[in-house]
């Protein structure tokens, strides 16, 4: 008898014991502490990048507004020494001294364009508040500048420097003279 009893002993050790409520929590808990580590990680390796990728890319907008700024200084060199050649002929030659100055503002001129620059429109155009400072108007066709005194530049879409201009008024110059001689007779 004891036989038989020792063996349903270890056939109940034998069968498969369903797991206790209590072992299933634990195991989600190991699974979802597990899960949690890998997503914690994850975000720091993607933060490290991330912070990685902005210092890459402050240095690379830092050498591009370097290099941007030394292609500039390199092109304008040209003009400084067009400028020292020509105040060494001036004392030589002060007769040759326009064509030279008129040479260099040329080349300057090119040299702004390469770069991207453009002068705003002068006289004949349009007056245009985005381009345009107003600083006077005389007899001549309304809205049309008629004196530039200081030439606007602009680069791309920004403005560097508004043109300084005298607008025409409207008033015609016929007119103008018949109002003054009418304003004179009374």
């Known amino acids: 008898m004891e036989n038989e009893k020792n063996m349903t002993e270890a056939a109940v050790d034998q069968t498969p ?9 634990k195991g989600e808990v190991e699974f979802l502490k597990a899960e949690l580590e890998a997503s914690k990680n994850k ?13 890459r890319m402050a240095h690379e907008l830092e050498a591009a507004q370097r290099n941007g700024k030394f292609d500039a200084v390199r092109s304008l060199l040209g003009t400084l ?3 020292e050649r020509a105040l060494g002929f001036a004392s ?6 326009i064509p030279g100055v008129k040479t260099v503002l ?25 381009y345009h400072e107003a600083i006077g108007a005389v007899e ?13 530049f602009r680069y791309g879409d920004l403005l ?11 008033v015609k110059e016929a007119e103008g003279s018949e109002q003054s001689a009418e304003s004179e007779k009374n």
């Not at 030589?92 to 001294?97: A, G, I, R």
């Open 106 to 130: 040329e080349n300057f001129t090119r040299n702004l364009k390469s770069l991207g620059v453009e002068s705003v429109p002068g006289v004949g155009a349009e007056f245009d508040p985005r």
């Open 81 to 83: 020494d067009d400028l």
């Open 43 to 55: 975000f720091l390796r993607l933060y490290a990048d991330f912070e990685n990728y902005k210092k």
């Open 17 to 25: 014991a369903e797991p206790s409520e209590l072992d299933q929590l």
């Open 140 to 152: 001549g066709e309304d809205g049309k500048v008629m004196h530039v005194y200081q030439q606007g």
């Open 92 to 97: 030589v030659k002060p007769e040759d001294l």
């Open 160 to 170: 560097v420097r508004p043109a300084r201009v005298v607008v025409g008024n409207g």
